[in-house]
Nanobody
Framework: QVQLVESGGGLVQPGGSLRLSCAAF????????TSWYRQAPGKQRELVASISSEGQINYSDSVKGRFTMSRDNAKSTAYLEMNSLKPEDTAVYYC????????WGQGTQVTVSA
């Protein structure tokens, strides 16, 4: 059974940091491109960052310079290091793995508030 399990979300003050993890089960992780998306209340889900199976990384303009995405194929896990967090980063963050199929995690809530 394929599962993507996100963790690491929570409540943080503006300017703070969080590290999200996405652990994959049931897939050959190194074949999959992995992405982080987020969805704020009343808004569409948007792409935050992606990393290809070859390791090429792309970021949305809104997080470039503040967020860092990485992956550890040996652990079948992708990460999103988030620094200098802003209230507008508040959203549910989802992990996606894509190769021959697309899989989504259940999401983890990130709230940035004083």
């Amino acid at each position: 059974q394929v599962q993507l399990v996100e963790s690491g979300g929570g409540l943080v003050q503006p300017g703070g940091s969080l590290r999200l993890s996405c652990a994959a089960f049931g897939i050959t992780f190194n074949r999959y491109a992995t992405s982080w998306y987020r969805q704020a209340p009343g808004k569409q889900r948007e792409l935050v960052a992606s990393i290809s199976s070859e390791g090429q990384i792309n970021y949305s303009d809104s997080v470039k310079g503040r967020f860092t995405m990485s992956r550890d194929n040996a652990k079948s896990t992708a990460y999103l290091e988030m620094n200098s967090l802003k209230p507008e980063d508040t959203a549910v963050y989802y992990c996606k793995a894509q190769w021959n199929y697309i899989y989504w995690g259940q999401g983890t809530q990130v709230t940035v508030s004083a």
